[in-house]
């Protein structure tokens, strides 16, 4: 059984940061695509940060230069870390994998974490 977990959300004040892991058991990160997906209360859910499994990573414009993603392959976790951060960050943030990178992209991976909430105050 596949299980990705999320942690690392919480309350930040503008410009600060937080990190996100996204622990996986069932799955192996590194023969996977991996992607944080973040959704606000009135907006769409949108691809933010992705990693492929050879380590190419990619990011929307809105974060880039501010967040970071990354992979552990010895603990199979995937990080997100953001700094700057600005109110306009505030979502749940969601883990997402699957061995096809367009399933990332799409927004239809195989598996989903649970989601951790980020608020950010001004």
């Known amino acids: 059984q596949v299980q990705l977990v999320e942690s690392g959300g919480g309350w930040v004040q503008a410009g600060g940061s937080l990190r996100l892991s996204c622990a996986a058991t069932?799955?192996?990160?590194?023969?996977?695509?991996t992607g944080w997906h973040r959704q606000a209360p009135v907006n769409k859910r949108e691809l933010v940060a992705s990693?492929?499994?050879?380590?190419?990573?990619n990011y929307v414009d809105s974060v880039t230069g501010r967040f970071t993603i990354s992979r552990d392959n010895a603990k199979n976790t995937v990080y997100l870390q953001m700094n700057s951060l600005e109110p306009e960050d505030t979502a749940v943030y969601y883990c997402?994998?699957?061995?096809?990178?367009?399933?990332?992209?799409?927004?239809?991976?195989?598996?989903w974490g649970q989601g951790t909430q980020v608020t950010v105050s001004s």
């Open positions: 997402a994998a699957d061995t096809k990178f367009l399933g990332v992209l799409t927004g239809n991976p195989s598996y």
């Open positions: 990693i492929t499994s050879s380590g190419r990573t």
């Open positions: 069932g799955i192996i990160f590194r023969s996977n695509a």
